[in-house]
């Protein structure tokens, strides 16, 4: 099993609906979690962070957290042609080892 | 703009060649950490340094090694690459080690031939 597992996708959209990706982990021991979003050819860029079991919200973006069932989700309302990119879920499995361990990527495509 | 810096942003080796690439952090972080990704795949950790130190080390060979500097810029060097080396390397910086949130440079893309 790996550690943070991800649906490679692609994920079609239409423009003005809601995405949602999501993304499961291992290790119960888990702290944080990272959503960043990788454009064809760029590094990945930081969308959100969450520690916290629940919603977390950044303008379109909501992170969602819920430990007991080991999952992490983002949700992205009024999609845009420019939110079409890879999106990479990571956690830092524990303190310490201070690794960010990444999914595979959704690769996520926003239909005009 | 992360504030991240890397060199080169392209290159070009050959089989059994070395090469060193290189990483400035965000001002004001003192930790480093270097993530090779391959083509369709996620980011995997190669190995941390905070305050000079190596700080955790993922899974690759010992011809993966690096530095960090008193300025905590940082080097990853990779002896006799090889053509699975091909990749892209990201370096990403951050502050101290309590899970706090990494910033990524715009990577290094190694052709290894």
């Known amino acids: 099993q790996k550690e943070v597992e991800q649906n490679s996708g692609p994920l079609s959209v239409p423009e003005g609906a809601i995405a949602s990706l999501n993304c499961t982990y291992s290790d119960r021991g888990s702290q944080s979690f990272f959503w960043y979003r990788q454009y064809s050819g760029k590094s990945p860029e930081l969308i959100m962070f969450?520690?916290?079991?629940g919603d977390k919200e950044d303008g379109r973006f909501t992170a969602q957290l819920n430990k007991a069932s080991q999952y992490v989700s983002l949700l992205i309302r009024d999609s845009q042609p420019s939110d079409s990119a890879t999106y990479l879920c990571?956690?830092?499995?524990?303190?310490?080892?201070?690794?960010?361990?990444f999914g595979t990527g959704t690769r996520l495509t926003i239909i005009p | 703009e992360t504030g991240v810096t890397q060199s080169p942003t392209h290159l070009i080796k050959t089989r059994g060649q070395q090469v060193t690439l290189r990483c400035s952090s965000q001002?004001?972080?003192?930790?480093v950490s270097w993530y090779q990704q391959a083509l369709g795949q996620g980011p995997q950790f190669i190995f941390q340094?905070?305050?000079?130190?190596?700080?955790g080390r993922g899974n690759f060979p010992p011809r993966f090694s690096g530095l960090q500097f008193p300025n905590y810029s940082s080097e990853l060097n990779v002896n006799a690459l090889e053509l699975d080396d091909s990749a892209l390397y990201l370096c990403?910086?951050?502050?101290?080690?309590?899970?706090?949130?990494?910033?990524f440079g715009p990577g290094t893309r190694l052709l290894v031939l």
């Open positions: 990571a956690a830092h499995l524990n303190f310490g080892n201070e690794k960010l361990t």
């Open positions: 969450i520690y916290s079991n």
């Open positions: 001002s004001g972080h003192n930790t």
């Open positions: 990403a910086s951050s502050l101290g080690l309590a899970g706090e949130t990494q910033y």
């Open positions: 340094y905070y305050r000079e130190e190596e700080n």
